[in-house]
């Protein structure tokens, strides 16, 4: 499997910030962290603190054991290292992993209830399962990520988690794909909560993902 070098991951990173920052997913702090896969067992990490306005030195070049291959990290962003890091490490095929504070889903993180998928954009970046909560323990921590692993592993239609009482944690292809699964994501959460202000949300038909992965191929082929 290809991933992206070096520089074409940092653009990559600086441009899924700058969606987010504008997009207000990052909450008022800003605060965030982003990941992209660079080979097998490494990564490139936002070093810490606000990601607003990303450059070029505002990364890290992480093993996914957790060594720092070049650059350095902010020791307050050091404990998040393990938690993309394993998400890596767990699912070969993801290429990006963003860590924030999205105020809708963050809401059902505080409120420790999973996002259902009730909004059909988001079966088209494969979630045909809730986002889950994982249970509470300190950020970064072996038992918070131990929470993330089991919930990667045995939930394949998952690409995004709420951590209780803190914030989203989602991860896909790449960064670009991320920070699209990561604003539907808080997008469903605030449709869902207006929803239950007139009657709540209702579930979509159980044949819909097949359905949706039908007309995705058949358009595919049609353009190609």
Known sequence: MEWMELNEAKKA????AGSLRDAGL????????LSARLSEDTMLMTRG????????NSFAVIRTDGTVLEGEVMPAQAE???????????R?????????????????????????VVYEPLMRFGMTEPAPVIPWAPRGST???QGIVDAVTSHPGVSAVLL?????LAFSKSPADTAQLLSTLDEAAELILHARLIGGEKPLPAQAFAQIE???REFAGAKA
């Open 13 to 16: 990173l600086i441009h899924a």
């Open 26 to 33: 990052m909450f008022r702090g800003h605060h965030a962290n």
């Open 49 to 56: 603190g606000n990601v607003a306005n990303l450059d070029d």
């Open 80 to 90: 998040i290292i393990e938690m993309h890091a394993a998400v890596y490490r767990a």
């Open 92 to 116: 070969p095929a993801v290429g990006g992993i963003i860590h924030t504070h999205a105020p809708h889903a963050t809401a059902f993180a505080v409120a420790q209830e999973p996002i259902p």
């Open 143 to 145: 038992a918070s990520v």
């Open 164 to 168: 209780a009482n803190h914030g989203v």
């Open 214 to 216: 039908e007309r995705k």
